[in-house]
Every structure is written in structure tokens, then in C-alpha cells.
């Protein structure tokens, strides 16, 4: 498998809102929100550059079609995504502001509306 860093060649902004709209339901909440949180703390100007290349590196992991478990088993298919992105929040966590996490929380009540 590729090193996390390694996806971020993946990583784009149409992919990323691509693969929210067509997946949401079957991702789940819960990987979305890890997914939104990282991506508004990456367009965020005081975000540096090594945490945004690990934010990207996770979010091209998550859009791309190509990873450990295929997206489309189900119940499955999201557990290695939710596992790259925890890992990659975990390394970022000090540049994940709490405007981000409402930010991600915001836009979930709008599309889920619980």
C-alpha cells in the first residue's frame, strides 16, 4: 500500500466533493465528519504545509477507488478509510481548530438533519 502522503497526488477538491455526494449515506456520519473536519482545516490559511500534505494525503486515500477494503462491500467497505483519516486527525489534531469540527458538524445537521 502506498504511504498516506503518497495519496495526496489523489487528493482534489471535485474528487473529494465527488465521492461526499455520491457516497454519504454509505460512508456514514461518522467517517464524513472525520473527512469534513480534515478538509475544513486544510482550506484554512494557518493551516501549515506538512498538516495539510497529511490532510490530503488522507482525503486522497478516502476518494480514491483503489485502497485496502474496497468502498462497496458492505459494512466493510469504509473501515479502513474512517482508520486513515482517525490517524491522520490524530497527527493534524493541534491544527484542527473548533471552528472546523462545527464547521463539519453544521454541514451534517444540513445534509442528515439530526
Known sequence: MMAKTEYASHYSD???WNKI???AKT???KVLEQALKMYYSAT???TPLWAKTTIYG???YFISPIDA???LLPALGYTDDIGVLIAAA???AA???DEHVQKARDTLQQWFGN
Do not use: E, N, R, Y
Request: aromatic share 4%.
Open 14 to 16: 471535485a474528487g473529494f
Open 27 to 29: 460512508a456514514g456520519q
Open 69 to 71: 477494503i474496497p468502498d
Open 21 to 23: 455526494k455520491t457516497h
Open 95 to 97: 491544527h484542527i481548530k
Open 44 to 46: 484554512d490559511p494557518d
Open 90 to 92: 490524530t497527527a493534524v
Open 58 to 60: 488522507a482525503l486522497g
